[in-house]
């Protein structure tokens, strides 16, 4: 059809811009501690299938990096982006000095993170580099949430339009009356004083509490 074709194209033409743009660029999933995957069998809901796709047409070749691959030693130079998103065991000490090793270089890393694996992932132990700590339980609020199934779960639907001061929350901030962010069952993630320096790009709104339930 006209639009499968329309598309091929389009895809095309954003690989051979990438190139001309800069080369290769590699993006990399650590592996092998329970995470999502680039290639999930049959339909499974949570995985990465998409966003390998989306980042193959943006130019990047999409790679493993677990324990054969080498993470305990170093994340690769070729490496563009790191993810670890959803892992579901403890990385091991030389795993996380790796990733951190990597991000005092100038590396982007991007961690998605299950907010109810904090006692089994050992969270605070990957977040501590960054000057973040993490507790238990999944943000609720009484009046700042959505209806989504009429009960008492529906506390965990929240909504926010408190911004932190940082380039990608510019326009969110500039259109505060008219913009919120919605997440459900969200983790915590507080600063640790005397830490790294890092922005909080999105706070909950006051009255937000821990919900352990």
């Known amino acids: ?33 329970g995470e999502r995957s680039t290639s ?9 299938k998409t966003a390998k796709k989306v980042l193959e047409q943006l130019g990047y070749k999409v790679k493993r990096l677990g324990l054969k691959e080498g993470l305990s030693d170093a994340v690769p130079a070729e490496a563009s982006l790191l993810f670890l998103v959803g892992p579901q065991h403890p990385l091991s000490t030389s795993e996380r000095q790796s990733i951190h ?12 993170l299950e907010p109810d694996t904090e006692k089994d992932v050992e969270l605070n132990n990957l977040l501590a580099p960054y000057g973040l700590t993490t507790e238990a339980g999944v943000l609720a609020h009484e009046r700042y949430r959505m209806r989504f199934e009429g009960g008492v ?22 259109k505060r009356s008219q913009t919120y962010v919605v997440a459900r069952n969200a983790g915590i993630l507080n600063k640790i004083p005397g830490g790294a320096e890092t922005t909080l790009t999105l706070k909950a709104m006051p009255k937000t509490w821990a919900d352990l339930d």
């Open 153 to 174: 779960t529906d506390r965990g639907f929240i909504f926010t339009n408190s911004y932190g001061k940082h380039p990608s929350t510019e326009l969110l901030s500039k």
């Open 40 to 48: 999930p069998q049959g339909q499974d809901p949570g995985g990465l």
């Open 101 to 112: 090793d990597y991000t005092l270089a100038g590396g982007a890393l991007m961690m998605l």
């Open 1 to 33: 059809s006209m639009s499968s074709k329309l598309k091929k194209l389009d895809a095309d033409f954003q690989k051979r811009l990438s190139k001309v743009a800069g080369g290769d660029k590699v993006a990399y999933f650590v592996t092998d501690h």
